[in-house]
């Protein structure tokens, strides 16, 4: 096992690894999981990954779990980095990529944060898990938890898309309709959880769905022959995969499997004009975000008014010299179309949110044309059937 502690990601608290942990218990900010990466570094040869199985746990030194035996898998992870030629052209790009993680086993990323965190959670003594959700991570927390033998609570709005409903309830997990938006479904499940005996994972609540969410950055850097891509667009909602990611170039900085001066991607953060606190903030200069009261978008996984993780995400954005932008939703409809018509792709709305987005950023000169733009897929079209 190479995970060490835990340390706060706003203050200098540390933890052992030995407990169920969420926030921070003195400023109440995310908690991060630390590796001997030096350790990792002298027993791991990076060149010999590609003979190991094409799952997230082929990076399993660099993951919280102990024993990888004991991990609750569904073969998350390994998902395509897709080459673009229509859209690119169309768009004036010598180099456009699309990384479908559509192609998870639950239809959506949110799988390999779900395979981390209920993987620890089993392995630290939940019996009972419970979150709220948007959409996709309520799905796929109640397949990762009937595969762990652990109960499942999720609430979520009640105009959630009804795949994911569904998806949960054949799954086995109790699910909640709650009329509001997610923060209700969050407040509805803190109300309880403590009392009931149910351990909350909520985005960035707790310290390991992160952890999975980074493996997209390892297997982008492994698929692009361990280097990086000038500029990654990332649909934001609560913000895991973005901040996961970042962490994930500097483990791998330090690791050395990619050049120590490697530059950072430059991130791009993409939101729906109906819901878009962490455009808001970074437009603003704020070092924190304002939620919205009153958040619309079709694209229910960009539906978050208020992230945990707002402030590490700012500062993710401020330190790769990237961006933000927020998009209609008729913006971002059509650009999902787009998406199916050029490249066959049949992609959640949230992907569409980021062509809608590079094509502002090209207009505006933002985004050069001779460099490599990667964009996340983060869910399959089929789980948003209500938005077509």
Known sequence: MHATHLECSECDYRAALD?????????????????DLAAVRASVDRDALSSREATMWRYREVLPLPDPQGAVTLGEGGT?????????????LERLS??????????????????????????????????????NAGGAMAAYGARAGLAVHVAMPQDVPIVNRIEAEVCGAEVTLIDGNIADCGKWIAERAEERGWFQLSTLKE????????????????QLGWSLPDVILYPTGGGTGLVGMAKAFDEL???????????????????????????????????????????????????????????????????????????????????????????GIFAAPEAG????????????????????????????????????
């Open 19 to 35: 407990h169920l942990a969420t926030l921070c218990p003195e400023c109440h900010g995310p908690l991060v999981v630390r590796y």
């Open 80 to 92: 395509p980095l897709l080459p673009t030629c229509r859209l690119a052209h169309e768009l004036g």
């Open 353 to 388: 949110a980021l062509v809608a987005a590079l094509e502002t950023l090209i207009a505006d000169e933002w985004v050069q044309p001779d460099e490599h733009v990667v964009l996340f897929c983060t869910g399959a079209g089929m789980k948003y059937i209500e938005c077509f």
């Open 207 to 222: 310290p390991y769905r992160v952890e999975g969410k980074k493996t997209m950055g390892y297997e982008l850097a492994e």
């Open 98 to 135: 699309i990384k479908d993680e559509g192609q998870n086993p639950t239809g959506s990323f949110k799988a390999r944060g779900m395979s981390a965190a209920v993987s620890m959670a089993k392995h630290l003594g939940a019996r009972a898990i419970a979150a709220p959700s948007a959409g």
């Open 253 to 343: 900085r330090e690791l050395g499997w990619i050049a120590p001066d490697a530059k950072q991607p430059r991130f791009v953060a993409v939101q729906a004009r109906g819901c878009a606190p962490i455009v808001n903030a970074f437009h603003a200069g704020d070092l924190k975000a304002t939620p919205i009261e009153k958040p619309f978008t079709c694209a229910s996984g960009l539906r978050v008014p208020g992230a945990v993780g707002d402030r590490w995400m700012l500062r993710v954005l401020r330190g790769s010299e990237g961006t933000a932008v927020a998009v209609s939703d008729d913006q971002l409809m059509e650009a999902t179309r787009r998406i199916g018509r050029t490249e």
